[in-house]
């Protein structure tokens, strides 16, 4: 029996979305402290 995990799912829901367009990133960028951050650690607090 084969089981999936929350990776698995997470991968394969990434990989749907970025063939229908949709770009992803991480958090590690868009996160407060990242390169491209959407918001700031005081909106987040």
């Known amino acids: 029996m ?18 229908l367009g949709d770009q992803t990133t991480t958090e590690a960028e868009i996160g407060p402290d990242g390169d491209a951050a959407e918001r700031t650690v005081e909106t987040v607090l």
């Open 2 to 19: 084969a089981f999936l995990t929350e990776a698995d799912i997470e991968a394969a829901l990434l990989a749907e979305l970025s063939a």
